[in-house]
């Protein structure tokens, strides 16, 4: 065989390889490079709407936090306003039954002091009518001077 018959006949046989790889063995080679290629992108897209995602939630409860906190606070502070109201009400009805409890003695005080004031004249009636009754010695009697010793108390 002669040198250039090889030469081309390689030639031919490179060139029909050339063909059938790029016909039949490229395009799914190609292919699954693409595919691979489309995966890795998606991930990384993906990698970054979960990076989105988690600053947008991390945003998202910093802020519930801060509110959440806020509402504890004005929570507090409703509480003791509250209790501040509480105590001045429980004062208030203190001081109320206190002065009932004062001016329901002083009433019964005074009911006393008046029971004694009229024991005390008909005993001073009764006095003046023994001391009478000495005088004069004889006996007065109560019912027919009733009028008189009606007026007697009444001046004591």
């Excluded at 009764?126 to 009028?147: M, P, Q, S």
């Amino acid at each position: 065989m002669d040198i250039n018959a090889t030469i081309i006949g390689q030639a031919i046989t490179f060139a029909i390889f050339i063909w059938f790889t790029l016909k039949f063995v490229w395009p799914p080679i190609t292919a699954a490079l693409e595919e691979r290629a489309q995966k890795i992108a998606d991930g990384l897209a993906a990698a970054e709407r979960g990076k989105s995602d988690l600053a947008q939630a991390e945003r998202k409860s910093a802020d519930a936090l801060v509110e959440a906190r806020q509402k504890g606070a004005e929570i507090i502070a409703l509480s003791e306003k509250r209790r501040v109201e509480i105590i001045e009400e429980a004062k208030a009805e203190a001081l109320a039954a206190a002065e009932r409890i004062k001016q329901a003695a002083q009433a019964e005080v005074e009911q006393e002091t008046f029971r004694a004031r009229e024991s005390l004249r008909a005993k001073v009636a009764e006095l003046a009518v023994a001391g009478a009754e000495r005088i004069l010695r004889r006996e007065i009697n109560a019912e027919a001077h009733a009028e008189l010793l009606t007026a007697i108390s009444a001046e004591l």
